[in-house]
């Protein structure tokens, strides 16, 4: 889809430290002062998934963050074009690879032509910047918040990244 007309976003992934979803339910908080009827999903499981339904559950956020668990490709591929943009909320580390590693989530986001909001050191993190893809910052919620009101509520901007995405 070139466009679409919602306030949802996308995190795809394991549900783990590595991955920073730790972050999530604050970079909600921060958007849903703008953007009320924002809504995440979170496709994936992992060693945190209890924590974080529990941090959802105590900030009151069970209507703008879901949990989906992990579902096949052939369960997420058509749904995935229905997002505004994706997520992508690495913790930096010198102690693995993902600085230096390709980041598949990114790909599949760019594939189904989502606009992409991730955080800034990495690889993968330049290529988005470099190709204007969405935008890479800092890793804290009103970085990570910023774009994704601008992006959420502009719409001539998701067609342009949209757009880009796809052609990429």
């Known amino acids: 889809k070139t466009f679409v007309k919602n306030h949802s976003l996308i995190f795809l992934g394991v549900i783990n430290d590595k991955n920073g979803v730790g972050i999530l339910p604050d970079i909600i908080m921060e958007v849903k002062k703008k953007v009320p009827d924002v809504r995440l999903d979170v496709m994936g499981e992992g060693d945190m998934r ?35 943009a994706g997520l992508v909320t690495y913790k930096y580390s010198e102690v693995n ?53 601008t992006l959420l509520t502009d719409g001539a901007l998701s067609r342009k990244l949209r757009a880009r995405a796809l052609a990429y």
Not at 109 to 126: E, M, N, Q
């Open 50 to 84: 209890e924590e974080l339904e529990a941090r959802i559950k105590a900030l009151g956020l069970t209507r703008h963050i879901r949990m989906l668990g992990n579902l096949e490709f052939k369960d997420f591929k058509d749904l995935m074009t229905n997002y505004q």
């Open 97 to 149: 690879l993902i600085p230096t590693s390709d980041s598949m989530k990114m790909r599949v986001y760019l594939a189904a032509g989502l606009p992409v909001i991730l955080t800034k050191g990495f690889v993968f993190s330049d290529e988005i910047v470099k190709n204007k893809l969405g935008f890479a910052v800092e890793y804290d919620a009103k970085s990570f918040a910023k774009p994704l009101i």
